[in-house]
């Protein structure tokens, strides 16, 4: 059967978003932090909206939970997140480094803004995965419009 590592860093800190998406329940791994990458809302979402991205950026780092998923899932899991390319990247963790897929957009926009229900699942999500506050923070001050 097999399976393969995912980083999620949006609306999949919420695993019930994810579990959503999926035929077969993820195992949550934990928490783990993509170096030399930040967090933007600048993937544009056909209603207009911004949607979750992971940009290049040497001094930031992106926060979000590991998920070992079966590979049954990958073909539905992969029409979840559209405009989006699926790369491997290296995931630093508590106890060391594993190679998870992530979904990152090279379609970008600049001023453009998360719908409220969106950014609230990735807060919600990243609250209840014990995702530093810190963190989150900087995340609703990416948001724009509180």
Known sequence: MGSFYYFGYASNLDSSTLEGRLHTNPLKIGIGVLPHHGFRFNHPNPDGSARANIVNSENESVYGLIYKI????????????????????????????????????????????????????????????????????????RVGKI
């Open 70 to 141: 079966q590979n049954e899932d990958k073909a539905y899991f992969l029409t979840s997140e559209p405009g989006y390319d699926f790369v491997e990247k290296e995931i630093f963790k508590k106890n060391g480094k594993i190679n998870a897929f992530v979904f990152i957009s090279k379609n970008t926009q600049e001023d453009l803004f998360p719908k409220e229900e969106y950014w609230k699942v990735i807060l919600k999500g990243g609250k209840e995965s014990g995702i530093p506050d810190s963190y989150l923070a900087q995340i609703i001050n």
